[in-house]
């Protein structure tokens, strides 16, 4: 099934555009934005304009648009955010089968999902996948493309390093027929050297005018009718505020963000009891997906807060906000690595309170 298309962003579109026209498009490009602003969606539009065998590409009628739609074209790999594999370490085979598998079931659901969850990875073994299938000649187009979405879920994760490292040659050193397109909504948790070896591009968020139109897409209508989600168009559309990818978020994601703005308020106020409490429920349940989803939302709250001050000329809130972030990027490692939560929770709590109180 094909996926919905892209909307908006046509600023960024004609700026793509020329650029692979005149032959300058950045083999390795970074699209970091908010979460639901179609960041990933607009690195698949640009992954099949590059893939397209026409001069107006992406032309949407030659096959390869027709594969890159239905998200089976053999030379653009898509890697997001998965649950952790279940037995041991995959093979090159096996984590080109899994990813294959995921592309389908986002195929199926016509390119539409939510936000993942805290405890998903882009694990080594994909990783390693990748970097190999990058010296292997395209299977038929002139490109190899692969878009990672949510970049920075690459690296919290334990035996990581030695395929990051390996990301990072990719990176550093495309072979002349390969472009590596990442995005993420919390570009702070990136490691410096992935940024450093990217063109970063800003991915605003869509103009109501644009959200609206993505709200009229038939299909994304039949999806969203299927939630809890406003029926009123006027009112889904300001709920996206710009990031209508929010708006398919599950309700697991609605009670991260309302712990996070809790734990926020109360380490802001200085009251350890409730950041504790607050903590503890999420982290000492043994529920990692929760508790990292919690820690995520958190991340984004402190990185709005740090922009906002930077904005106002507020440097003492920035840097503290700055600071908080880092206090919970390292829980959200440790988390991810299973450090036991009683003490993860204090520790945190600690930070929380003497970074921003
Ligand atoms: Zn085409």
Known sequence: ??????????????????????????????????????????????AQSLVCERADAPCDRCRHCDYARRLTHPDIKWAFPQPRPKGGDRDFDEAKRDLEAANAERANDHGLYGAPSGSDGIFVA???????????????????????????????????EQAANA???????????TFVILTSS??????????????AVRVPPL?????????DDPIV?????????????ADRVALA????????????????NR??????????????????????????????????????????????????????GDARTALAASRAVDAVEDARLLAFNNINPQLLSARLMNDLVSTLA
């Open 259 to 312: 712990a996070a703005q809790l734990l926020l308020d109360a380490a802001l106020g200085g009251d350890r009891a409730t950041v504790l409490r607050t903590v503890l429920a999420q982290g000492a349940a043994g529920a990692r997906g929760p508790f990292s989803d919690t820690l995520e939302a958190l991340t984004l709250k402190l990185h709005a807060r740090a922009r906002h001050a930077v904005e106002r």
């Open 126 to 160: 994909t990783v390693r996948m990748l970097v190999m299938s990058a010296a292997i000649s395209p299977a038929m187009a002139r490109h190899k493309v692969y878009v990672v979405g949510d970049a920075e879920r690459m690296v919290a994760q334990e035996g990581a």
């Open 207 to 215: 103009s109501a005018h644009d959200v609206g139109a993505f709200l």
């Open 221 to 233: 209508s039949d999806v969203l009718g299927k939630r809890k989600v406003p029926p009123l168009r």
């Open 167 to 177: 990301f990072l040659k990719l990176l550093e050193e495309p072979l002349a027929d």
């Open 186 to 199: 919390a570009v702070g948790a990136l490691l410096p050297t992935i940024r450093s070896r990217t063109v």
């Open 241 to 256: 505020g710009g990031a209508p990818g929010r708006l398919l978020s599950s309700a697991e994601a609605d009670a991260a």
């Open 1 to 46: 099934m094909p996926i919905v298309p892209l909307y908006g962003h046509m600023v960024l579109r004609e700026r793509f555009e020329r650029a692979r026209r005149h032959g300058v498009l950045p083999q390795s490009l970074l699209l970091h934005g908010p979460h639901g602003v179609g960041k990933q969606r607009l690195a698949l539009w640009l």
